[in-house]
């Protein structure tokens, strides 16, 4: 990794290059499943709110399940093979679905193994990828890598969504979803051109016996220190209430206000211009107030528009779903940016896949549960009480934060002493970012 040299990260680095390409591919694909499996559930398959909120829940469910035993192994693997060979399980299993459909065998089951089956493999790849990422950007590049990920990563969710719908609407939700795998195609053939190369991980970090102590060990480092503790908790709850909301937005979007599938999935490519605007924004904020600060503006300030979500109606009425999203979307991904650089230059990297892991399943593990809630609370108070509830419960999770030491402080910490270390760690170029939808 060479000093900072004249031109964009994106110009100067073809391994990063390649790595932003395939994971901007596979966002993108994530983006139209996370429309054309709804949509196939609704239209196709004439399924209820709970089980579409059962079909999102399937998804994240394998956080709660291998999330922790996965950072372990992370730790004792090379990274970046884990990458691709997670993008092509994932395109393989999208690939089958329409041919299921010609097949007759489509049906809610189906629906909900391969949803359960690529949520593993999003499991594999998003945990060796935090841990991969510093590998290849020296410190001074980490801010910029950070902020082009979170911000492209939005504009291929916006770009998704909208596809996702038109997709559904001109060919069908189930042939959308060869779109899908083929982007998770791209993603492969991206991540594989990758050169940089990990040394192989000494025999001390793969000795047999040592897994339950280690996924202990970043559980401990977690609940121990007050910063992170503070943002994983925050992350269980924001993730509870948004995803209980997303989770139900289709089906409340298609038969509560009325509207086609194709405006469906262009709504929802609007609401996710905010995160685009929110990745541009995030470091000019943070420069001019702190960090910390940053953080709840983002974060609480923002997440009070989630409440204009439940207002929606045809005709006008959708601009409080636009604006809702919009402000939503903007303060997430502010957030994760900020968090990114945060985790980056606190956490060491010989216990990178291990907190990493252990901040994913308990941040991700409540994912599940709240696509669960959102359905189940579809199904016996309709589905616009629901949203009342799920979105209120966005802002208030940001209590969590008010009531921690970010409140107090103008910045996140940069550094401090960890179990084994002989000083502090400041930057030092080897930690990753801490993924949160």
């Known amino acids: 990794m060479s000093a900072r040299s004249s031109g964009g990260l994106l110009r100067r680095h073809r391994d990063f290059r390649l790595l932003w390409c395939g994971e ?37 469910l394998p956080w709660l399940v291998i999330g922790l035993p996965v950072g372990a ?17 994932s395109c393989v299993l999208f690939a089958a679905v329409p041919v ?25 790849f998003q945990t060796a990828y935090t841990a991969y990422l510093p590998s290849i950007l020296a410190p001074d590049d980490q801010a910029e890598g950070n902020a082009k990920l979170h911000g492209s990563a939005s504009a291929a969710q916006l770009a998704g969504l909208g596809s996702g719908g038109l997709i559904a609407q001109a060919e069908g939700a189930v042939n959308g979803m060869f779109a899908n795998a083929a982007t998770f195609l791209v993603s492969l053939l991206c991540l594989t051109g990758i050169r940089h190369r990990e040394p192989r991980p000494g025999r001390a970090e793969r000795r047999p016996g040592r897994l339950p102590g280690e996924v202990g060990e970043g559980l401990r480092l977690i609940a121990g220190d007050p910063w992170l503790r503070t943002l994983t908790l925050f992350g269980a709850a924001s993730n509870l209430a948004l995803m209980g909301y997303q989770s139900i937005q289709v089906v409340f979007l298609v ?19 905010g995160g685009v605007a929110g990745a541009f924004v995030a470091r000019r904020v943070a420069a001019r107030v702190g960090t910390a600060r940053a953080t709840l503006l983002f974060e609480f300030g923002l997440a009070l528009f989630a409440l204009l979500i439940p207002l929606t109606t045809d005709g006008a009425g959708v601009v409080f779903f636009l604006a809702g999203g919009c402000c ?42 709240g696509s669960l809630l959102g359905g189940a609370l579809g199904s016996m108070l309709g589905l616009r009480a629901a949203l009342w509830i799920t979105t209120a419960g966005i802002p208030l999770a940001a209590v969590i934060l008010l009531c921690s030491p970010l409140r107090r402080a103008r910045d996140l910490p940069v550094s401090r002493q960890w179990p084994g270390d002989e000083g502090s760690l400041s930057g030092g170029g ?8």
Request: hydrophobic share 50%; proline share 7%; with cysteine.
């Open 24 to 60: 901007t591919a596979g966002k993108f694909g994530a983006s139209v499943t996370g429309v054309a499996m709804p949509l196939i559930a609704v239209s196709t398959l004439h399924a209820g709110p709970f089980e579409v909120g059962l079909l999102s829940a399937a998804a994240w």
């Open 73 to 89: 192994w992370v730790d004792r693997l090379r990274r970046r093979p884990v990458m691709p060979a997670s993008a092509a399980v």
């Open 100 to 124: 299921a459909a010609w097949c007759g065998l489509l049906g809610t089951g189906l629906l909900l193994a391969v949803a359960l089956l690529t949520g593993t493999a999003t499991v594999f």
């Open 255 to 273: 038969r509560e206000v009325g509207l086609a599938p194709g405006v469906v999935g262009g709504m929802a490519a609007v609401t996710g211009a």
């Open 328 to 369: 939503v979307s903007a303060g997430v991904v502010a957030g994760n940016v900020l968090k990114a650089g945060f985790q980056q230059r606190y956490c060491p990297p010989r216990l990178l896949g291990r907190v990493t892991a252990g901040s994913a399943f308990l941040g991700y593990g409540t994912i599940p549960l």
């Open 430 to 437: 080897g930690e990753a970012a801490l993924p949160r939808p």
